[in-house]
């Protein structure tokens, strides 16, 4: 289909832009080299031909000769110069002798003569004046003498400056159907050059909004359109890369809801059906009912948990608390694991180390830190945590002896839902989402935090953080 000429469009608005500009520039070429030229040489040529009037009628009132220097000048100038005397109410061409005017020319001078001698003016300028087949521009001189009236007539011929016009007027056409042509050209291909990137990039965008993740945002000629094709490429992977946790999210949370409904639906039906009179089978049956619960509990307190946390619902309320007695305590809520199942903690711990930090919420990064590396650590069943202080910091680390993290997998570990261990059996219950809550809470807190892993050594999970003296927060300890 043939596309309708759109003046919004960029490429077509810089193409009228430019051929205004070209219009603009060539009327104002001609109106300088036409009407101002017309104007100009009037006015410079009026200039010289009164200023030789006076010099010459001076040399007139004196008596003396024309002198020669302004003659030739003149002669080389092509002005003509007139001097007439008035006797007996006759006018007499006194000079050029070899040169008389014409007798229509004369009838000119002489109305000329009488409307100065009615008006009573010993000067006039003006054009129009036809001594020979073209107009001149003139100047009169009146001397009044005893002997009669002496008139002094400058003329320059206007010809010259009419064909002038004209010859100028004929290259101006020329000059500006090549001028408009070529501006014409250039302006379209710079238009395009700026609106092609542009139109190419929307083309791009439209495909990508369609679905098509493949796309590759381009630029060209210009460094602008190469950055924001940069940018586009840059937002386009992190929309893509969002959009795939989104997926991903979306399935794990439905996957995990689905296991645990799973399990409960089919341990009740099993103590309807089969282990209701039996009383030590109804009760494991029940008690996988429970614990199936509780994991349903602790996932769903946890999205919650994360989503308040990232809507910020949930402000952080700092107050200085012994950092120490917190790990001490959050070790303690482990000790059934410990005891149960054989784990080891190791701690070494700095007493009374104080920081101001929201009491509940670093207990649940704590928390959460312990739990994954029991989870994750080796054969050793051990877990090792420090706790200690430089001048300003306190620096608390969980090491495992686990598989550790590898290189290309630490930094995705912090985004939710994100598991590269699926079948790894768990001691305390994970929901996927305890290292992205983590992250979350000591973002608020800007805590300087992160992860040292080795594969098939273990990982160092750290925190450092702003120590305070004493629990009133100055001084010493
Ligand atoms: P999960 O409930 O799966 O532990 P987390 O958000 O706490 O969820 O952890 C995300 C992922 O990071 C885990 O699935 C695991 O693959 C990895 N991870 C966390 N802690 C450790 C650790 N101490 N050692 C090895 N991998 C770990």
Redesign the pocket.
């Known amino acids: 289909m043939k596309q309708r000429f759109n003046l919004n469009k960029l490429r077509n608005k810089i193409w009228l832009y430019f051929i205004i500009f070209t219009v603009v520039l060539v009327c104002f070429i001609w109106l300088l080299q036409t009407v101002f030229f017309e104007y100009n040489y009037q006015s410079v040529r009026g200039q010289t031909v009164n200023l030789y009037a006076d010099l010459i009628s001076n040399d007139i009132k004196d008596d003396k000769p024309i002198n020669e220097g302004h003659l030739n000048f003149l002669q080389d100038s092509s002005i003509g110069v007139w001097h007439f005397k008035t006797v007996d109410n006759v006018t007499k061409q006194v000079f050029p002798i070899d040169k008389p005017l014409s007798e229509s020319a004369i009838l000119q001078v002489e109305k000329l003569f009488n409307q100065l001698e009615n008006k009573n003016l010993t000067s006039q300028t003006g054009e129009g004046l036809y001594i020979g087949f073209s107009p001149s521009l003139y100047t009169v001189r009146v001397i009044r003498k005893s002997t009669g009236n002496e008139f002094i007539l400058l003329t320059s011929s206007l010809s010259l400056m009419q064909d002038t016009v004209k010859v100028l007027r004929n290259q101006l056409i020329f000059v500006a159907v090549i001028v408009t042509a070529v501006s014409l050209f250039i302006s379209y291909v710079i238009a395009d050059r700026i609106a092609r990137p542009i139109d190419d990039m929307s083309a791009v965008a439209e495909r990508w909004a369609k679905g098509d993740e493949t796309v590759l945002f381009k630029g060209s000629y210009y460094a602008e359109t190469e950055e924001l094709a940069n940018a586009l490429n840059k937002a386009k992977d992190e929309v893509n890369k969002s959009g795939k946790l989104q997926k991903d999210l979306l399935a794990n949370v439905s996957h995990d809801l689905k296991t645990p409904l799973t399990m409960i639906k089919a341990y009740a039906e099993m103590i309807k059906d089969i282990s209701g009179d039996n009383k030590e089978k109804r009760e494991k049956h029940t008690q996988v009912i429970i614990e199936e619960a509780d994991r349903l509990t602790l996932l769903v307190n946890d999205i919650l948990n994360l989503s308040k946390l990232q809507s910020q619902s949930d402000v952080i309320e700092k107050t200085t608390i012994n950092l120490s007695k917190l790990i001490e305590t959050v070790i303690y809520r482990f000790s059934t694991v410990l005891s149960e199942k054989g784990y080891v903690i190791e701690k070494h711990i700095e007493q009374n180390v104080f920081v101001c930090v929201d009491e509940k919420k670093i207990e649940e990064v704590i928390y959460?830190?312990i739990?994954?590396?029991i989870?994750?650590?080796g054969e050793d069943k051990t877990v090792k945590i420090y706790l200690t202080v430089s001048d300003k910091t306190a620096t608390l680390e969980?090491l495992?002896s686990?598989?550790?993290?590898s290189g290309d997998?630490i930094e995705?570990?912090?985004?939710?839902?994100?598991?590269?261990?699926?079948t790894?059996k768990?001691t305390v219950?994970?929901?996927?989402?305890?290292?992205?809550?983590?992250k979350t809470i000591l973002d608020y807190h800007n805590l300087n935090y992160g992860?040292i892993?080795k594969v098939n050594t273990?990982?160092n999970?750290y925190i450092v953080f702003e120590r305070l003296l004493d629990k009133d927060g100055g001084g010493n300890e």
């Open positions: 959460n830190l739990g994954n590396s989870n994750y650590t969980i495992d686990g598989l550790g993290i997998k995705t570990i912090w985004e939710k839902y994100y598991r590269f261990s699926e790894h768990r219950k994970g929901t996927g989402l305890g290292l992205s809550i983590v992860v892993s273990g990982s999970f």
